[in-house]
């Protein structure tokens, strides 16, 4: 599995910005993906995921309301629309996926459950 993020830049506080990733497997309806960040000093952390189905979608308490994660599995890409983002969300964003292992819509916000990640893309956000 390759993932491919793209869609990061530098925009002003309250700005907006609509990341993709776009995978590389046949099977990408059977897996969960995902949505981590890191910003400058700051361990790797959850921002959002989407249920192999698209019928199930998880957010961290600081981007609920203003992020947006969704799929296409016919396309085979993930996208994360950032509304509203503030100089807090700035930080290399990266994709993951994570094969199912049931048909539960349920979604680990681990991030060593995620076997492939992409290389990032960085977002920087100005106050």
């Known amino acids: 599995v390759q993932l491919q993020a793209s869609g990061g830049g530098l925009v002003e506080a309250g700005g907006s910005l609509r990341l993709s990733c776009a995978a590389s497997?046949?099977?990408?309806?059977?897996?969960?993906m995902a949505w981590f960040r890191q910003g400058p000093g700051k361990e790797r952390e959850f921002v959002s995921a989407?249920?192999?189905?698209?019928?199930?979608?998880y957010y961290s308490d600081s981007v609920k309301g203003r992020f947006t994660i969704s799929r296409d599995n016919g396309e085979k890409t993930v996208l994360l629309q950032m509304n509203s983002l503030k100089p807090e969300d700035t930080g290399v964003y990266y994709c993951?996926?994570?094969?199912?292992?049931?048909?539960?819509?349920?979604?680990?916000?681990?991030?060593?459950?995620?076997?492939?990640w992409g290389q990032g893309t960085q977002v920087t956000v100005s106050s």
């Open positions: 497997v046949r099977t990408f309806s059977l897996y969960n």
């Open positions: 989407v249920a192999w189905t698209g019928g199930r979608t």
């Open positions: 993951a996926a994570a094969r199912i292992l049931s048909t539960d819509l349920l979604v680990d916000r681990n991030s060593n459950t995620y076997s492939y």
